[in-house]
């Protein structure tokens, strides 16, 4: 199925790393960009850079368009690794709770390392 104006895209960038943004009715995508280091709205192909295209869909049963008007509102703000990402951008422009899975994960994968080398 084609993408829709509301979801959410995804690209892989150094090998492991997601970066997650929004998909408006013009074909942009308005994300939180480390390499802009703020919130931006930008054509698709600029957002990909050459990268596959995941569609992830909506993130919730928020309209697709208050979610990208809630977006909007938030262009030009900073890019924060741990608590202003993508995936807390995008999450909140869908009315849920900000998080960044992949944030979580690396935190408490090093934190279990640090715990296992310290017991051993």
Do not use: W
């Not at 919730?60 to 900073?78: F, K, N, Q």
């Amino acid at each position: 199925m084609a993408p829709q104006p509301g979801d959410v895209l995804r690209v892989t960038v150094y090998g492991a790393v997601l970066h997650e943004g929004i998909l408006t009715e013009e074909g942009t995508v308005i994300s939180n960009s480390r390499r802009n280091g703020r919130v931006v709205e930008e054509s698709v192909r600029s957002f990909a850079n050459g990268r596959k295209i995941t569609n992830i869909g909506p993130l919730s049963d928020v309209s697709p368009h208050l979610a990208i008007a809630h977006a909007r509102t938030r262009l030009g703000r900073e890019y924060k690794l741990y608590s202003d990402n993508c995936q807390h951008f995008v999450r909140r422009a869908y009315r849920l709770k900000p998080s960044s899975p992949q944030r979580d994960v690396f935190v408490y994968g090093l934190l279990a390392l640090a715990a296992f080398v310290f017991v051993f």
